[in-house]
């Protein structure tokens, strides 16, 4: 689903190439390398999701006597769901 203009390589004609990605998608990339002679190519699938953004709120006191609300948010990315809440 991802397109070419999507993709940039820091140096296409370099083996250690950076590749960075705009936006989400699935992208098939294809090596070539060549030693002059013979030619030969491999494919990869790489899939690329934005991560969610997560919001805690600002810090709180929270005294025990006392009821207290704590309101947590986090985007929602490709069907993903917020699976836990772990205290720290």
């Known amino acids: 689903s991802g397109t070419a203009a999507n993709v940039i390589f820091s140096d296409v004609n370099s083996v250690a190439s950076t590749v960075t990605f705009a936006v989400d998608g699935v992208y098939d990339l294809k090596l070539t390398a060549t030693d002059g002679n013979e030619i030969r190519s491999d494919l990869v699938r790489i899939v690329v999701h934005t ?13 025990l006597s006392e009821a207290s609300n704590v ?4 985007s929602e ?7 836990f809440l772990r205290c720290e």
């Open 51 to 63: 991560a969610p953004v997560v919001n805690a709120g600002a810090d709180q006191v929270l005294l």
């Open 77 to 83: 990315w490709h069907g993903g769901q917020c699976y």
């Open 71 to 74: 309101a947590l948010g986090a």
